[in-house]
Nanobody
Framework: QVQLVESGGDSVQAGGSLRLSCAAS????????MGWFRRAPGKEREGVAA???????NYADSVKGRFTISKDFGKNTLYLQMNSLKPDDTGLYFC????????????????????WGQGTQVTVSS
């Protein structure tokens, strides 16, 4: 059974930075597409970024140039480096994964992923 555990959420001022981590365990897949999603208060869950098995990345337009997704294969850990944070970045951030080489054009679709973490809260104040 796959387990995804997020950490690193915090409260920061606008313009600040945070790095989220997602520790993955319990899977034997040779390939695994992983992504970060967030749910802002009163809004639907939205895709933030995703990374294919070969390290190719995808980003939502709202975070391009500010966020960086990366993966440490040896540690089975996914990261999201978030810089120049804005109040609109506030939300509960989730890690997600699916046994697939490519995340594909639907990388930001919630139903693309089979495995989900519980989330870590990010709050950005102005």
């Amino acid at each position: 059974q796959v387990q995804l555990v997020e950490s690193g959420g915090d409260s920061v001022q606008a313009g600040g930075s945070l790095r989220l981590s997602c520790a993955a365990s319990g899977f034997t897949y040779s390939v695994y597409c992983m992504g970060w999603f967030r749910r802002a208060p009163g809004k639907e869950r939205e895709g933030v970024a995703a990374i294919d098995s070969d390290g190719s990345t995808n980003y939502a337009d709202s975070v391009k140039g500010r966020f960086t997704i990366s993966k440490d294969f040896g540690k089975n850990t996914l990261y999201l480096q978030m810089n120049s944070l804005k109040p609109d970045d506030t939300g509960l951030y989730f890690c997600a994964g699916v046994s697939a080489y490519w995340c594909g054009g639907g990388w930001d679709a919630v139903d693309r992923y089979d495995d989900w973490g519980q989330g870590t809260q990010v709050t950005v104040s102005s």
